[in-house]
């Protein structure tokens, strides 16, 4: 089944340690993103890469860090330099041109 | 600026019931125009989407969402609600074109059905 997968689907950690968040996705498609979720927020984006070894910060970016050494992955460090880490992150994937964004399960990052 | 505005928070309709979720937008260009959905604790999913052509698109689970571009709105419909549809739903615009593009979501609204 081709799809957008995200590990762990609850994660803890305690403050002032980094954790990463993965992403992976066949699809074959070309961008990915990292959204953040907080209840009654929406959506705002953290990161986005359209193409390997390329990415652009998204209107929240401070306290975070991407990597896009493959095609198919787009893993998230929540560094301890971000103020409130606790939230609900979600992944998602685009083939260009489709203008289409597909979504991830989400992982729910717990800092105690 | 781009911005989504979905002005109803919360709303709850009786099962069988019509519904229609507000979404309206600020945008430059010709929007492409977006509603997904999210059930508690889940990933998003695409109901349906609006890039040119004809205003009334149809989705999944039934719904359909009209574009109009005179009240930059994109509302979204369904005739006779399912306890199912019991769900956050987000309306988005996406900002595509040249280098850059990225989804503007609203805040969302959220759907109570009375059984």
């Known amino acids: 089944d081709g799809g957008i997968t995200q590990s762990p689907k609850y994660l803890f950690r305690k403050e002032g340690q980094n954790v990463t968040l993965s992403c992976e996705q066949n699809l074959n498609h070309d961008a990915m993103y990292w959204y953040r979720q907080d209840p009654g927020q929406g959506l705002r984006l953290i990161y986005y890469?359209?193409?390997?070894?390329?990415?652009q910060k998204g209107d929240i970016a401070e306290g975070y860090s991407v990597s896009r050494e493959k095609k198919e992955s787009f893993p998230l460090t929540v560094t301890s330099a971000q103020k409130n880490p606790t939230a609900f992150y979600l992944c998602?994937?685009?083939?260009?041109?489709?203008?289409?964004?597909?979504f991830g399960p989400g992982t729910r990052l717990t800092v105690l | 600026a781009q911005s989504v505005t979905q002005p109803d928070i919360h709303i709850t309709v009786s099962e069988g019931a019509s519904l229609e979720l507000r979404c309206n937008y600020s945008?430059?260009?010709?929007?492409?125009l977006f509603w997904y959905v999210q059930s508690p604790g889940q990933g998003l999913q695409l109901l349906l989407k609006?890039?040119?052509?004809?205003?009334l698109v149809q989705g999944i689970k039934g719904f359909e969402a009209e574009f109009k571009r005179s009240q930059s709105s994109f509302n979204l419909r369904k005739p006779s609600v399912h306890w199912s549809d019991a769900a956050e739903h987000f309306c988005?615009?996406?900002?595509?074109?040249?280098?850059?593009?990225?989804?503007?979501f609203g805040k969302g609204t959220k759907l109570s059905v009375k059984p």
């Open positions: 890469s359209q193409i390997v070894n390329d990415f």
């Open positions: 988005a615009v996406g900002t595509y074109g040249g280098s850059q593009g990225n989804l503007i």
């Open positions: 609006y890039f040119s052509g004809d205003t």
């Open positions: 945008y430059g260009a010709t929007p492409y």
């Open positions: 998602a994937s685009m083939r260009e041109g489709l203008n289409t964004q597909y």
